[in-house]
């Protein structure tokens, strides 16, 4: 074995270094301010600088100010070329720079929510081998401050795989529990203790899809029948009432988008031929309410309709913002379109209507910034606040940004 | 024990002792700059040369003496680089994203500065833990040797040593100054 | 509970069928033999079809012919922004339609060779959660006739996590060893006992990097002092020898690629100013044959280089095909180039120069396809026997297909 | 129990014992058809359509009655998919890929034929268990409804009592037709 005596070639020193070496907590810096970018002169000639550029400290990593900003945003990147690689992207939608802020996994499809006390959720799904092997489920829990997972809880494997869903996974009224859509294709909705961090029960929905929060730990549900089921439940996950609406979802001819949006306790559901349908979920009952026109005459006539994944965005202000496209029909309901129509839900009225820079798939409001998906899978931002004219444009590592939702989860 | 790993020693000891090693460093320089004094433009990142990464946000130093634009492959930092800038990704030039943690041990190059024309020891550190960054994707080869030679070899990803192995991106810290001759 | 009976919705009854009906044994046929494409004229109007056409049997999968065409080749899509979910994909370079076989799962940055009974092994490496928690580093076995994964050989989780070379992984001269790069800095070589399917030994190669089969049992390595080392093995993988070359490699002025092209028992590797060192490995020491240029005085002067990815690959006749690129230097060695020169090994002279239809970044020869990853990451293959023209491009949903094998792992 | 049920019903029996329902399913077809007769053109196969995928060799059935090329987007049976084109990826319009193995429930779309003129109820199997084809990335929506509809949708990953659940491509399998009125 003397050979090997004489092999001290340069990896052998590293070996050292890498064993004996690694600080894991290096000092933590915030990150630095934005600032507006003035493009520093390159001399065509190296001029006279007296000293060096010093040494710079190594082993820092950027935390984040919490509570987030209200223009930063959470991008869901499904990623779906390579689905078991998704991703959620922290990023500040006014930046012009230094946008991107972080990000965590989101293992396959994952959803997302994020508690009152900054604390962020991410219910996904894993197998042990990429995409074989043993399967788990869980609830990822991430520090809003640098953004790393700090434990997970295991759910039962059973998560709906689907398209990205807000509805897949909430976070109940009062934070205290969470609901994770299961599909099997039995229909069931897992439901866990946020505070003791674990599984609690796990409800049947037969014939009915995704969760909507309702009052301080219940969820609503969307049924095959055309109506609406609601569960109440107590601190420990058991079922208190079960109720049912009317008949309302005309899913062969006007069918609701499952994606609301939603201004207090009503929900305000787009149809495929362009109506809107609230559900007010503030007593036991899911309660329909009148639904109202988008369209014009002219406009139905002309077949404007709304389309898109996340069709549909509020602010906090009763606002709403959709994505239409004329000439629509049968299947024309994921197409996205060319502008997006900004509805009143006070005066039930267009207030405004802007012609999209980019075909849009999907829309956001954060803050005061409109967020619309392009069609090229990047992300132009609309300025509300200035005429809700477009700003600028994020992209770049950003695969299939179906879903953007608020710093807050929303 | 060659100059080389002199250097990696120290830097690896640098992030808990941060020692002054500037008269090695400055030996160092002259032995490893060699014929990437002048840094060339491979073909790799001649679509990044275009205006910048399409989405990204241009950046400044804000420092005369630190010129151009971090988050551009061109960057006079990155004539070593393999991977995506950390500029981009809510790091710095030599800070790592939040949820991420530095790599010890990594590779070193070595870039002229073309406003004060001298040449520095950079340090291609890894950021590890949080996903594939996949923003800014920079390949720069001056100085990169295969990974016969770990230690000057773009080809291995450095998240060695760290609790999580995974790649998030590259940062370009300067770790000295190499004299010029 | 009673409100649970009246939900009789269609999931519910989905549940059943679900639950019940699967078959996971239907029946198998061999895939369609790919026909000339002729298109069918779609007439304007429906013309008079007396019967339907007919209801079509499911649940068939395709299998596919051993041992695979001389024209198939295995792509490995490492895919660089989602490495976890890399790829090795089946492939007939010559066929213009139903070109794509099949694909096997890569996990990160995995390596592959193939037995001469046909049996894939992918050594690779997996967390459990997606890009954290338990790494598990496996050899995977699958079965070439349907692709499947038949079992693993879990092995030490210290697999060389690095870009993507075919000497990170190989089988053994007569099949019976597998040889694993490691480096966690320190480098070592995990064997594996093929037909027992398990791990033996780890080896330890300090200073040295990467695994180059050497007789039925040995590897060589290259190390950082520029000689080769060589590792004779036992069936049990014990060291029965080891020896070292003098020195060759000049790694500062004049580095090897670490990828050459094999023909019998000598290695040609290419190095960054245009020569070629061949390494004779018939030997119990790794020897080194007198080196030769592939530039003439000209050419050299006019600094063409080789340059790429895996920049070389050599036909089974001595003949070898490299990428170059005029006014290389410092740092241009990973650039790809615009045209492919073809050496004959024992004459030691360019016998044709291929000007790519677009720049090439990695070849590989496979029975009379050059195939040619190029800059924007598809395969243009090149018909050598029709004057090493170009073909055709295969091309949708590979990423970054850095290396490409032969059909038996080469 | 609704018709489509009992369609959803038979198709997973259909595994197992292929049996005809003929009769049953002319029968669904006129009520599932609808306005889905006339097949329209959603914008999010408008690249696909020229000139078919990048890299993609056409195919033909080689049967007149089944016209165009399945490894387009436009091919009349794909009116309701989502997702790769197995005969894009080694499978065929009603064949899975090796190595993968076809789903025994799924959605179901209605088709015209634009050779025969008669409405075709289409099974949309997906193939599971292999990685992700990526190639021939193809979605249209004529007769989609949204999940609350499941047997109706193609927002879900119907590997679902399969082996290994994950996606890899899509099939659009002939089960019947459809009364045209």
């Known amino acids: 074995m003397k050979k090997w005596q004489s092999i001290s070639g340069s990896t052998a020193m590293l070996i050292v270094l890498g064993l004996g070496a690694c600080s894991q907590d290096g000092p933590k810096s915030t990150e630095a301010t934005p600032q507006d970018v003035k493009q520093v002169e390159e001399p065509a000639q190296a001029v006279s600088y007296p000293t060096s550029l010093g040494e710079e400290e190594m082993g820092n990593s950027n935390v984040l100010a919490v509570p987030y900003a209200p223009s930063w945003a959470i991008i869901h990147d499904a990623n779906f070329h390579s689905m078991i690689d998704g991703r959620f992207i922290?990023?500040?939608?006014?930046?012009?720079?230094?946008?991107?802020?972080?990000?965590?996994?989101?293992?396959?499809?994952?959803?997302?929510?994020?508690?009152?006390?900054?604390?962020?959720?991410?219910?996904?799904?894993?197998?042990?081998?990429?995409?074989?092997?043993?399967?788990?489920?869980?609830?990822?829990?991430?520090?809003?401050?640098?953004?790393?997972?700090?434990?997970?809880?295991?759910?039962?494997?059973?998560?709906?795989?689907?398209?990205?869903?807000?509805?897949?996974?909430?976070?109940?009224?009062?934070?205290?529990?969470?609901?994770?859509?299961?599909?099997?294709?039995?229909?069931?909705?897992?439901?866990?203790?946020?505070?003791?961090?674990?599984?609690?029960?796990?409800?049947?929905?037969?014939?009915?899809?995704?969760?909507?929060?309702?009052?301080?730990?219940?969820?609503?549900?969307?049924?095959?029948?055309?109506?609406?089921?609601?569960?109440?439940?107590?601190?420990?996950?058991?079922?208190?009432?079960?109720?049912?609406?009317?008949?309302?979802?005309?899913?062969?001819?006007?069918?609701?988008?499952?994606?609301?949006?939603?201004?207090?306790?009503?929900?305000?559901?787009?149809?495929?031929?362009?109506?809107?349908?609230?559900?007010?979920?503030?007593?036991?009952?899911?309660?329909?309410?009148?639904?109202?026109?988008?369209?014009?005459?002219?406009?139905?006539?002309?077949?404007?309709?709304?389309?898109?994944?996340?069709?549909?965005?509020?602010?906090?202000?009763?606002?709403?913002?959709?994505?239409?496209?004329?000439?629509?029909?049968?299947g024309t309901h994921k197409n996205g379109g060319p502008e997006v129509w900004v509805f009143d839900t006070k005066t039930q009225k267009r207030i405004d209507r802007i012609e999209l820079k980019t075909w849009g798939v999907s829309v956001a409001v954060v803050g005061d910034s409109l967020i619309v998906t392009n069609a090229e899978m990047q992300l132009d931002i609309y300025d509300v606040a200035n005429k809700r004219q477009y700003s600028h444009t994020f992209g770049d590592g950003i695969f299939t940004p179906f879903v953007v939702y608020t710093g807050q989860g929303q | 024990m060659s100059a080389f790993d002199k250097l990696i020693e120290r830097s690896a000891r640098k992030l808990a002792h941060n020692t002054s090693r500037r008269s090695m460093l400055t030996k160092l320089g002259a032995l490893v700059t060699g014929a990437a004094a002048v840094p060339l433009l491979p073909v790799a990142r001649a679509a990044a040369q275009e205006g910048g990464y399409p989405g990204v946000g241009a950046q400044s130093t804000g420092n005369p003496q630190d010129p151009g634009d971090p988050t551009s492959c061109d960057y006079w930092r990155y004539c070593a680089i393999d991977g995506f800038l950390c500029t981009c990704c809510g790091g710095s030039a030599n800070t790592c994203p939040a949820g991420t943690e530095m790599s010890p041990i990594t590779w070193i190059g070595t870039c002229q500065n073309p406003a004060d024309g001298r040449a520095y020891i950079i340090s291609y550190n890894d950021c590890c833990g949080a996903p594939e960054c996949s923003r800014c994707m920079c390949n720069r080869n001056e100085s990169d040797r295969p990974m016969v030679r770990p230690q000057a070899s773009n080809d291995i990803n450095w998240c060695l040593g760290t609790t999580n192995i995974s790649y998030t991106c590259s940062t370009a810290i300067i770790v000295g100054v190499a004299l010029t001759e």
């Open chain 1, 90 to 330: 922290v990023f500040d939608s006014t930046a012009k720079s230094h946008a991107y802020k972080g990000s965590m996994h989101g293992g396959t499809v994952g959803g997302i929510d994020v508690a009152n006390d900054g604390t962020i959720y991410i219910a996904t799904m894993y197998h042990s081998r990429g995409i074989s092997g043993e399967r788990t489920d869980i609830i990822a829990i991430h520090d809003p401050v640098n953004l790393e997972k700090t434990g997970e809880i295991i759910v039962p494997a059973k998560r709906g795989s689907n398209m990205p869903f807000k509805n897949g996974f909430r976070l109940s009224g009062d934070d205290s529990l969470a609901f994770n859509y299961n599909f099997t294709p039995a229909a069931s909705i897992s439901v866990i203790d946020i505070a003791a961090q674990k599984f609690l029960k796990e409800i049947p929905i037969p014939g009915c899809t995704l969760a909507y929060p309702m009052g301080a730990k219940g969820f609503a549900s969307l049924c095959g029948d055309g109506t609406m089921m609601g569960v109440g439940l107590d601190a420990g996950g058991n079922v208190t009432g079960e109720t049912r609406s009317e008949k309302f979802n005309n899913i062969d001819d006007d069918s609701m988008f499952m994606k609301p949006v939603r201004f207090g306790d009503v929900l305000y559901f787009p149809t495929f031929t362009g109506n809107i349908q609230p559900i007010d979920l503030s007593g036991d009952t899911p309660k329909p309410l009148p639904k109202w026109s988008l369209v014009s005459e002219a406009e139905r006539a002309a077949n404007w309709r709304p389309g898109g994944w996340q069709l549909i965005a509020g602010d906090n202000a009763g606002v709403f913002y959709i994505l239409m496209h004329a000439d629509g029909g049968e």
